[in-house]
């Protein structure tokens, strides 16, 4: 390989997994640019979490300080009630106990963020170039070139597809059309200004909505997951509801469309007071189908890689989407870590042979487990996982990065 000629990097797709990759790639010599989909770069407003196996990324980057500013809130645990508002389970979250925190953010605050360290001069390597407005449709993967939605193509020499879970890249990467499927569960998202539930009597009797805890309530076939974000200064609701118990229908497969309110309170009318004035306080909310992909046999082809919800689209029952991207951009930083100047086709296609191998089994793990996690234990389909709660939390959380990964394996 030469070191004169730039690295150009194409990372389709300007989400958490596309910015966490052009943050891990960026090095000396290496031009990326971001194709972002949308004219404004914006997102919708929801809460996301970063468990320690992503926040140990963050840290090890040096940008957790520019996620701080945005409001970050380290999450102390998770506090698990019955329906009636009794105290169930504790467990308690702390650095000491994984070598991280687990944040919690505003989903907006966390994507700016991560374009903020994207683009600073102030992180290692040659700023990021993100480009709106850039509509991807296509890549032929053997020469690295995308082609957009206006014709024009853009040529990388590494092309990370990070186009989320309905991928158009997707196809081109493993030669046949796979498109998530439904997991017979749906969501109604929620996130309001604190001071909302603050004036409910009897929610904040059991729940402050600024203590930094996320709660979660079962009963009834039914979940309830809560917490703030925006150090407290709004909190977010995850409602889960088997689709045959739903009162309407989607209207969309997006995770953006809107619900209603009245049917929200229908699906939770056997759920008490302090939970449905809670529910009553939103001013909107969010209906999302959940979905989810079958594992992929691969997510390389040529000079292109899926990641993230591209690759592995999981459910939110572990809320481990967002750390999982991250995972992924730290093993492309990893295995790309001494690459000097612009490498060979060949030796791109070892490389990410390399971020496959390290990633797909712990992956789908995660996935499988979460699908697990939706269903009542006398629906779960053979061939279970049998970890436990506590343990499968230990092998999420106490993950060390791609290369630590990948040195555990060949000592097996």
């Not at 929620?190 to 979660?216: A, R």
């Amino acid at each position: 390989m030469s070191g004169s000629k730039p690295f150009k990097i194409v990372v389709v797709g300007g989400g958490i997994a596309g910015l966490a990759a052009a943050i891990g790639l960026r090095g000396p010599n290496r031009q990326i640019v971001v194709l972002e989909r949308s004219a404004e770069h914006r997102e919708i407003g929801a809460a996301i979490s970063l468990q320690p196996n992503a926040s140990k990324i963050v840290e090890k980057w040096g940008i957790s300080s520019i996620l701080e500013k945005k409001g970050a809130t380290v999450d102390r645990g998770f506090r698990i009630y019955s329906p009636d508002g009794i105290l169930r389970t504790t467990v308690p979250f702390s650095k000491d106990m994984f070598g991280a925190d687990r944040m919690l953010y505003h989903r907006v605050d966390l994507l700016e963020g991560l374009k903020e360290a994207a683009t600073s001069l102030d992180v290692p390597g040659l700023p990021v170039e993100i480009q709106l407005s850039s509509y991807a449709v296509s890549c032929a993967c053997e020469t690295g070139t995308v082609t957009l939605k206006d014709g024009s193509t853009v040529q990388g020499d590494l092309v990370v597809a990070a186009d989320g879970i309905h991928s158009l890249l997707r196809q081109d990467v493993i030669g046949h059309d796979q498109q998530p499927v439904p997991t017979r569960l749906s969501a109604y998202r929620i996130i309001m200004p604190s001071e909302l539930i603050e004036d409910i009597p009897e929610t904040v009797k059991i729940i402050n909505p600024q203590d930094p805890w996320t709660t979660m309530i079962f009963g009834h076939d039914r979940r309830i997951i809560m917490g703030p974000c925006r150090d407290g200064q709004m909190f977010s609701l995850v409602c889960l509801v088997p689709d045959e118990k739903m009162n309407e229908v989607s209207a969309t497969d997006s995770w953006t469309s809107s619900g209603s309110k009245e049917h929200l309170l229908e699906s939770f009318s056997d759920f008490p007071i302090w939970i449905k004035d809670k529910l009553k306080a939103a001013p909107s909310l969010g209906l999302w189908q959940l979905r989810d992909i079958d594992p992929l046999k691969t997510w390389h082809k040529g000079r292109c890689i899926l990641i993230g919800d591209a690759a592995h689209a999981m459910l939110p029952l572990q809320g481990q989407g967002a750390s999982q991207s991250m995972e992924d951009a730290e093993a492309l930083q990893a295995m790309f870590s001494d690459v000097d100047g612009c490498p060979s086709k060949e030796e791109i296609e070892n490389r990410l042979q390399e971020v496959f191998e390290c990633r797909y089994e712990r992956v789908s793990l995660i996935q499988k487990f979460s699908r697990q996690q939706a269903k009542p234990a006398s629906n779960v389909e053979g061939n279970r996982i049998t970890m436990d709660a506590t343990e499968f939390m230990e092998y999420n959380c106490r993950y060390e990065g791609a290369k630590a990964w990948q040195a555990q394996q060949c000592g097996k």
